[in-house]
């Protein structure tokens, strides 16, 4: 793992500020501090160089270096698969080291102080900081909250104890979301309830737009479907958030509360396979060359740039690599949109067909 809460402000920040100090400066101390080795090494390092450390920082300060504006983050998961996780370590550029521990983007650092799947500590520690944490930055972190809320019960996906009860993640939810300045509801699970909250949904899983308007808590969300979401839809979210600020980000949200510079062009209107389907060219098995509307895919009823942008730094996407698109991003995946597999129903398809083009550029 390549982070890992050492002290208030987590090894993540420390190690970003020696780094800079390296890069910039060439600084022997420094040169000490970023060799090659585990979270341990460097949080021993960490502790032994301390004074170290802080002759970096007064050294920085003297030569006007400019201040890197910290973004804090803390990240909570509740029905979820850890797959929004691996989205955002599979992002491309920035990559994930940069995202963690260097520049978001110019001048501004993402400093994620919470995220249990990534995350080398654990216990009560970490919940600690976590507390400690979000009470010093009030009003001024994003929450980004990944997979849905259980309300049908206590025991469902819980996080840490309270007077010796353990906690529903919901309730650490709304608290943490009422106190922040920006909710990412990351994923489909978060988003619209998604997998956890398909039928009969035992646990009573809720989306966190649900779980705000529920708990009456009016912090503005954005939400970044998909199962996963692309990592570029979250990352650059945040830049442009912290680049461009939150009122740019919400002038360009859809009526479901997504970016439409991801989320506005309908994938037919884009796929590489449209002319296929225009001229009723249609793959009748797997691996058929042809348009794959026949075998389920609900291209025209999805809203995402994955034609034009594709997954894993640009190699392929779903329909590219011969599967139909099942719609990942929309509400009401997976039930709405099942059988994968099937064509979809054209009078299910003029109920889906609400959006349009909304302008993506
Ligand atoms: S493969 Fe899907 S998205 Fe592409 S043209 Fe056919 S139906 Fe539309
Ligand atoms: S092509 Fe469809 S199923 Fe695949 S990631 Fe994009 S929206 Fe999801």
């Excluded at 170290?52 to 003297?62: F, G, P, T």
């Excluded at 983050?73 to 940069?98: E, H, I």
């Excluded at 997979?147 to 019960?153: C, D, T």
């Excluded at 996906?157 to 919901?170: F, I, K, S």
């Amino acid at each position: 793992m390549f982070f890992a809460i050492i002290k208030r402000g987590g090894a993540g920040d420390l190690l970003y500020q020696v780094q800079a100090a390296f890069k910039t400066y060439g600084n022997c101390l420094t040169s000490q501090l970023v060799s090659p080795g585990s979270a341990s090494k460097l949080r021993r390092k960490c502790s032994e160089e301390e004074t170290s450390v802080l002759m970096i920082e007064r050294h920085l300060k003297e030569q006007g270096m400019p201040e890197i504006v910290e973004i804090p983050a803390v990240w909570l998961q509740g029905s979820a698969c850890s797959g929004c996780v691996v989205t955002l370590l599979n992002s491309f550029s920035p990559g994930a080291s940069s995202i963690v521990l260097r520049e978001l983007a110019a001048g501004k650092h993402l400093s994620i102080r919470f995220l249990a799947t990534a995350m080398a500590g654990s216990g009560a520690k970490v919940l600690d900081v976590l507390h400690d944490e979000t009470v010093k930055d009030k009003g001024k972190y994003v929450l980004v909250m990944d997979g849905s809320l259980p309300v049908a019960g206590d025991m469902f996906a819980t996080l840490g104890e309270q007077d010796g009860q353990e906690r529903p993640v919901r309730d650490v939810a709304a608290e943490l979301a009422r106190d922040s300045a920006l909710v990412v509801a990351m994923g489909t699970c978060s988003a619209y309830g998604g997998i956890p909250a398909g039928a009969p949904n035992p646990t009573g899983a809720i989306s966190m737009p649900e779980l705000l308007a529920r708990e009456g808590i009016s912090t503005p969300i954005v939400n970044i479907p998909g199962c996963p979401p692309h990592p570029d839809w979250f990352v650059g979210t945040l830049v442009a958030t912290a680049m461009h600020g939150l009122e740019h980000v919400a002038s360009r949200l859809d009526e479901i509360s997504r970016p439409l510079d991801y989320y506005g062009k309908q994938i037919h209107e884009t796929c590489p396979r449209r002319a296929d389907f225009d001229a009723a060219r249609f793959a009748r098995k797997f691996g058929d060359a042809g348009c794959l509307y026949e075998l389920g895919c609900k291209g025209p009823v999805t809203y995402a740039d994955c034609p034009t942008r594709m997954w894993n730094s640009g190699t392929n996407w779903c329909v590219g690599a011969g599967s139909p698109c099942h719609g990942c991003v929309e509400p009401g995946f997976p039930d709405d949109l099942s059988p994968l597999y099937r064509k979809i129903e054209e009078e299910r398809l003029a109920r889906f067909q609400v959006l349009g083009d909304q302008g993506a550029e």
